[in-house]
């Protein structure tokens, strides 16, 4: 079955691919193995030197490589931007600190030495989405490849070009054949490759469903598996907020992106005194927002990232309201091709419905008012998903009290989730575990080795 590469913003079908034979993928990971032997003897500076050329050839060819991934999922231009510029920075902060976080830790015991060394264990799946198609995969192949790791990548099959496009960057900075592979291929040959020997381990950033088909098939073959999952992220307002800041990142945080954020605030969650200024606020600026073609700077509303995307979204709105939530602003399909959603706030929606509990992966606000703070961390803490977390309110105190009650892998006090190279990045519940980013990320799929040295004649 081929792989097709479609601009969501007229659903023009740019270009096809041919998925890779069974064949050709053990060819490939008979490569990534056998580059694995070379490249687990490298030495970290010449490590760190291959990723800094890696981001030098992002920053160089950024605007083509925007151009691309606003093609293929519809996000803006100036997004797909901003997003290789994150990712050059992640790769150059692995090839900076790499080295230091995987150095020896001397442990402190009575006699000779104890120490853990962080050895890398051998060629890993990455199975990425679309939603940031360069991001995600740095995210993941930067710190791996410097632990001295190999990577096997799996994209999402609506970003055929950008993938082969990230392969081309490592070729270009003269990798190793092997180090970086790009697997044209569809989810359900997932699996197949989890089951080869050679393979060691498997991170996947996606969807609840794919994190359990995933880990299903890892937890079978018994290999380490990482899992950033989905997320319904509480943005939480306290009476004494600054409200007009809080709106404007409300209106950012859920449409960052086109609201195709994992970490996207999805469920906001508004004191009572101040729930009237805030909505109002909040609905204007999101009835603001103007449609057009993403790669224009005046476009403030693109497309969702696929015709069928757009879809899931109304239904999943439409079964929200049959099932007695209230549209206050949206709710539908814009009146234009391309998979345009009008922006849209939801209220009343009932705690045994199915919306309560989903993820909206696109702009639709679920909105609800708390009778106070404890009412707010509740309603916060009410989810299947714990991915990130925004609170705000003037007192530091009490919104790092507030934070320390939210149960999730990330909470910001007055911003909203964002995502950094030193910060560590990672879920609880159904938004997955493991944790990327920052010096935790590099230690995921390394042999946590000790070492202990004593002579013969120290006791046992
Ligand atoms: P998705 O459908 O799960 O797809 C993600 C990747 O998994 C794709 O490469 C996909 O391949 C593959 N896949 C899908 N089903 C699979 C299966 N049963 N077995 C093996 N692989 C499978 O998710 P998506 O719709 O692209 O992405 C949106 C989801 O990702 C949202 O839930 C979002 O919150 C989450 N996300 C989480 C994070 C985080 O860091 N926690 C970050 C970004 C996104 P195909 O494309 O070929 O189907």
Redesign the pocket.
């Known amino acids: 079955m081929s792989i097709e590469s479609i601009n969501p913003y007229n659903n023009e079908v740019l270009t096809t691919f041919e998925e890779f034979s069974n064949d050709q993928v053990d060819a490939l990971i008979g490569r990534a193995y056998a580059a694995y032997q070379q490249w687990r003897r490298t030495e970290f500076p010449k490590r760190a030197e291959l990723l800094k050329r890696v981001a030098a050839e992002m920053r160089a060819k950024r605007d083509d490589l925007a151009r691309l991934s606003t093609l293929e999922m519809g996000k803006k231009f100036g997004e797909s931007k901003g997003e290789l510029a994150l990712s050059a920075k992640i790769i150059e902060y692995y090839a900076e600190n790499g080295e230091r976080f995987l150095s020896p830790q001397k442990i402190d015991v009575k006699y000779g030495e104890a120490e853990i060394h962080h050895e890398p264990i051998g060629p890993l799946l990455g ?6 198609p360069y991001y ?1 995969v740095v995210r993941f192949a930067a710190p791996n490849l410097m632990a001295g790791n190999v990577v096997l990548i ?5 970003v055929p070009q950008t993938a082969i496009a990230i392969g081309q960057l490592f070729r270009t900075a003269g990798a190793l054949d092997g180090l970086y592979t790009n697997l044209v ?4 040959k ?2 197949r490759i989890i089951e080869d020997p050679r393979i060691v381990g498997v991170s ?8 359990r ?2 880990a299903a098939k890892a937890g079978e073959k018994l290999k380490k598996v990482v899992l ?4 319904s992220d509480p943005f939480i307002v306290l009476d004494d907020a600054n409200i007009d800041k809080a709106v404007g990142y409300a209106v950012f945080s859920r449409m960052l992106n086109t609201g ?4 996207a605030a999805k469920r906001f969650i508004v004191s009572e005194s101040v729930s009237d200024k805030f909505l109002k606020a909040f609905s204007e600026k999101l009835l603001s927002l103007q449609p057009g073609d993403p790669m224009e700077e005046k476009t403030s509303l693109a497309p969702v990232c696929s015709e069928a995307h757009a879809k899931k979204l109304v239904e999943q709105i439409d079964g929200a309201v049959s099932s007695g939530a209230k549209v206050v602003i949206g709710g539908k399909r814009l009146d234009r091709p391309g998979a345009f959603i009008e922006p849209t706030i939801l209220t009343n929606v009932k705690p045994d419905s199915q919306a309560y509990k989903e ?1 909206f ?1 696109g702009p639709v606000a679920l909105y609800f008012t708390a009778k106070d703070e404890e009412d707010a961390i509740r309603l916060a803490n009410d989810s299947p998903f714990g ?1 990130g977390g925004a609170v705000f309110t003037e007192d530091l105190a009490r919104g790092k009290r507030v934070a320390e009650q939210i149960e999730s892998g990330m909470v910001f006090v007055n911003h909203p989730t964002l995502s950094s190279p030193e910060l560590p ?3 609880v519940k159904n ?2 575990f493991g944790r ?1 980013l920052s010096a935790l990320g590099i230690t995921e799929f390394v042999n946590k080795k000790l070492v202990r040295l004593a002579t013969v004649n120290d006791p046992l």
Do not use: D, Y
């Open positions: 199975v990425m989405p679309w939603n940031f995600q799996k994209h999402a099959s609506n291929l569809r989810g359900s997932v699996e996947l950033t996606g969807s609840v469903e794919a994190g088909a995933i950033e999952l989905g997320g195709q954020q994992c970490t993820e992966f991915l990045f990672g879920g938004s997955g990327e």
